[in-house]
């Protein structure tokens, strides 16, 4: 059974950073292309960065060059470095596989960005 956790949210001024983490368990993220999405109130969930098993790196143009999705296999970890945030970085983030599985979807963690 597929597990993934999402931790690491907050409230963060515009400008600072955070830093997310989704812990999964049942499935070896170093394998697998893995994504972190996000969701705003009231807006669609979207993709938002990407690793793949090579550990190559896609971003949505948002947030290219702020954003860096990285992995530690050994914690079996996705991580979501996110710098100089805006209020419209303000969302629900979530990880899941780049084809998400519906069943996979954890709590997510809330970011807020707002002064």
């Known amino acids: 059974q597929v597990q993934l956790v999402e931790s690491g949210g907050g409230l963060v001024q515009p400008g600072g950073s955070l830093r997310v983490s989704c812990a999964a368990s049942g499935i070896a993220i170093s394998v697998v292309r893995m994504g972190w999405y996000r969701q705003a109130p009231g807006k669609q969930r979207e993709l938002v960065a990407t690793i793949f098993a090579s550990g190559r790196t896609t971003y949505v143009d948002s947030v290219l060059g702020r954003f860096t999705i990285s992995r530690d296999s050994a914690k079996n970890t996705v991580v979501l470095q996110m710098n100089s945030l805006k209020p419209d970085d303000t969302a629900v983030y979530y990880c899941?596989?780049?084809?998400?599985?519906?069943?996979?979807w954890g709590q997510g963690t809330q970011v807020t960005v707002s002064s």
């Open positions: 899941n596989t780049y084809a998400p599985v519906n069943a996979y």
